[in-house]
């Protein structure tokens, strides 16, 4: 399997990606990943349904010798999605041709990828949801009918000449499903969505990588570091390497369980995985505001934080793993919040959610 490459990545997969737990990353990070990544179905860790269902329609389309209907792969960042991208490729046995949404921003930039495959090419769009409306409109016919109108000349003399594309399988990969309009999220035959990772899983991500990278690591420290992981494997593979950094200076090189939690301790990610930005949302919910409600401004200002860096980094792991609930009136700390820090909910409980 051979790989190109189109346009530049999303500014969105840097964002934040500096926070040791941001399922984001940036360049760096990719060409970390990179030796990592399973080639085959068989190699790819969790997502068992994702997995058992793509295999049925890759090999089905294989048996009939036809080209596998468009995927769609929908899911949080670092759950595997450009991974299983360049799976499809290389169970299909063809290249693939990478591209993302925000570097598409007039249908001739797609028309040029499009006219430049070859058949059976596999074309994998990340962040698919932020392709600009014109290019949309282009990949609804392309995906569909297997051609692009050119169009030459402009104004009255304009006229459009169809061009008939090789057939090909488009991968599309969105963080958020529910931006894709209904005609384009229409076009996929397969929608898998990939969901976060449980411990078990996240331990054998880990042990599986620390084979890769030649370190030696005890299993219980393997399943300490899942267990802060965040149900996600990029941020499991992180955590290994700033483990494995604090065992090569500080400590014997061999990663054992207490090597693992003192360079946790280092990087600041507790037994839940939270790190500072966390609990700092969640001691100033709990000791400024009495547990809440408050606004996301006014928490957000407390913790020296912009809203939406409170709203879209922090709070979405706090609410899915029920240390902060949503109310009309603000967010609110839960029982399991004030019990994680140590602290005494407020005596009558008005706004205490268990």
Same mark, same amino acid.
């Given at each position: 399997?051979?790989?190109?490459?189109?346009?530049?990545?999303?500014?969105?997969?840097?964002?934040?990606?500096?926070?040791?737990?941001?399922?984001?990353?940036?360049?760096?990070?990719?060409?970390?990943?990179?030796?990592?990544?399973?080639?085959? =179905? *068989?190699?790819?860790?969790?997502?068992?349904?994702?997995?058992?269902?793509?295999?049925?329609?890759?090999?089905?389309?294989?048996?009939?010798?036809?080209?596998?209907?468009?995927?769609? =792969?929908?899911?949080?960042?670092?759950?595997?999605?450009?991974?299983?991208?360049?799976?499809?490729?290389?169970?299909?046995?063809?290249?693939?041709?990478?591209?993302?949404?925000?570097?598409?921003?007039?249908?001739?930039?797609?028309?040029?990828?499009?006219?430049?495959?070859?058949?059976?090419?596999?074309?994998?769009?990340?962040?698919?949801?932020?392709?600009?409306?014109?290019?949309?409109?282009?990949?609804?016919?392309?995906?569909?009918?297997?051609?692009?109108?050119?169009?030459?000349?402009?104004?009255?003399?304009?006229?459009?000449?169809?061009?008939?594309?090789?057939?090909?399988?488009?991968?599309?990969?969105?963080?958020?499903?529910?931006?894709?309009?209904?005609?384009?999220?229409?076009?996929?035959?397969?929608?898998?969505?990939?969901?976060?990772?449980?411990?078990?899983?996240?331990?054998?991500?880990?042990?599986?990588?620390?084979?890769?990278?030649?370190?030696?690591?005890?299993?219980?420290?393997?399943?300490?570091?899942?267990?802060?992981?965040?149900?996600?494997?990029?941020?499991?593979?992180?955590?290994?390497?700033?483990?494995?950094?604090?065992?090569?200076?500080?400590?014997?090189?061999?990663?054992?369980?207490?090597?693992?939690?003192?360079?946790?301790?280092?990087? *600041?990610?507790?037994?839940?995985?939270?790190?500072?930005?966390?609990?700092?949302?969640?001691?100033? =919910?709990?000791?400024?505001?009495?547990?809440?409600?408050?606004?996301?401004?006014?928490?957000?200002?407390?913790?020296?934080? *912009?809203?939406?860096?409170?709203?879209?980094?922090?709070?979405?792991?706090?609410?899915?793993?029920?240390?902060?609930?949503?109310?009309?009136?603000?967010?609110?700390?839960?029982?399991?919040?004030?019990?994680?820090?140590?602290?005494?909910?407020?005596?009558?409980?008005?706004?205490?959610?268990?």
């Amino acid at each position: 399997m051979t790989e190109s490459w189109s346009g530049s990545e999303s500014a969105d997969d840097a964002e934040h990606a500096d926070r040791i737990v941001s399922a984001n990353s940036d360049d760096i990070e990719r060409a970390a990943e990179a030796a990592l990544r399973p080639r085959r =179905l *068989e190699e790819f860790v969790g997502q068992p349904v994702v997995r058992d269902q793509l295999s049925l329609v890759l090999h089905a389309a294989m048996n009939r010798g036809a080209t596998p209907d468009h995927v769609l =792969l929908s899911g949080p960042p670092g759950l595997g999605k450009t991974t299983l991208a360049m799976i499809i490729a290389a169970e299909l046995g063809t290249s693939l041709r990478v591209t993302s949404g925000p570097a598409i921003q007039h249908a001739g930039d797609l028309a040029a990828v499009l006219s430049s495959l070859t058949e059976g090419e596999v074309l994998f769009i990340d962040e698919i949801h932020r392709l600009a409306r014109p290019a949309e409109e282009l990949l609804y016919v392309a995906m569909e009918d297997f051609r692009v109108d050119i169009v030459v000349g402009k104004g009255a003399g304009a006229s459009a000449i169809p061009l008939s594309l090789p057939r090909f399988t488009a991968v599309g990969a969105t963080t958020r499903a529910g931006l894709l309009p209904a005609p384009l999220r229409d076009r996929f035959g397969f929608t898998g969505h990939l969901e976060f990772y449980d411990a078990q899983d996240l331990e054998r991500v880990i042990l599986r990588s620390a084979r890769l990278l030649n370190i030696t690591i005890d299993q219980d420290a393997a399943a300490e570091i899942a267990s802060r992981s965040r149900g996600t494997p990029r941020i499991a593979n992180r955590l290994l390497r700033r483990v494995r950094d604090w065992a090569d200076v500080r400590g014997s090189g061999h990663m054992d369980l207490a090597a693992a939690r003192a360079a946790l301790a280092v990087y *600041e990610v507790d037994e839940l995985g939270l790190d500072r930005l966390d609990r700092a949302v969640l001691h100033a =919910l709990c000791t400024r505001f009495r547990g809440g409600p408050v606004g996301l401004s006014t928490l957000a200002v407390s913790v020296g934080e *912009e809203p939406e860096t409170v709203e879209t980094v922090a709070e979405p792991f706090l609410v899915r793993e029920g240390l902060m609930a949503r109310s009309p009136r603000g967010r609110v700390a839960t029982a399991a919040t004030w019990q994680h820090l140590g602290l005494v909910p407020p005596a009558d409980g008005a706004t205490l959610f268990s």
